[in-house]
């Protein structure tokens, strides 16, 4: 088989641009389903009906939670690299606390290190984004069985947040987050574990503080 014209030899520059282009599609992996694209307003008889008289059966989800970094760090950096990011030493340090309230309130606290090495050939540029950041919003339950249900988001508002990085100007690599208009999170939970998905490929494991 031949070809008609030769193709160019990826570079350090295009390799890095891709990287920076996949990592910052991690902004997405925890949002509700209301951020991102545009999507097709659902029937209305398929929308979660919250309860009237109340939020629902909610016990498995009030308390403070952790993020267990360890899981989502491997899952940040198999999703990365599936999408062909050569990147290196992959890390990401820190916490972040997700406290649910009976009263209908959530906060979130967040301060997360994420660090790398994208190859190119013999091209190596060091990655470093730490995300210092706090958020409060409102939130209501659909409970579809004893464990499992949606959180819906509401009201999100960033309280304070820093962003400082190195190695790629302008590069995001930011934790879970739950904004999004009308978001909408899948939930898993027991006494001691929570799972939570938004509209991203990425499930956020936490833990009871």
């Not at 013999?122 to 409970?143: C, F, K, L, N, Y």
Request: charge should be negative; aromatic fraction near 4%; glycine fraction near 12%.
């Amino acid at each position: 088989m031949t070809r008609s014209a030769a193709q160019p030899a990826p570079t350090a520059a295009s390799f890095i641009a891709l990287a920076a282009a996949s990592l910052a599609l991690l902004s997405g992996c925890m949002s509700g389903s209301g951020a991102g694209e545009p999507q097709e307003p659902a029937p209305a008889e398929s929308e979660p009906q919250l309860p009237a008289d109340g939020l629902g059966d909610t016990d498995c989800v009030v308390g403070q939670w952790g993020l267990v970094m360890a899981d989502y760090r491997l899952q940040s950096e198999q999703y990365l690299l599936g999408l062909g990011v050569p990147i290196t030493e992959f890390d990401m340090l820190g916490g972040q606390t997700l406290t649910i309230t009976p009263d209908g309130m959530l906060s979130v606290a967040t301060n997360i290190r994420t660090s790398g090495v994208i190859v190119a050939g013999d091209t190596s540029v060091p990655i470093s984004v730490t995300t210092d950041e706090t958020a409060t919003g409102e939130w209501g339950w659909d409970a579809t069985d004893a464990s499992g249900g949606l959180l819906e988001v509401a009201e999100w508002q960033v309280v304070d947040t820093s962003t400082v990085g190195q190695g790629l100007e302008g590069l995001e690599v930011p934790p879970p987050r739950f904004e999004g208009e009308n978001a909408m999170l899948l939930v898993n939970c027991d006494a001691e574990t929570m799972l939570l998905q938004g509209g991203g490929p990425l499930v956020a494991l936490f833990e009871r503080l």
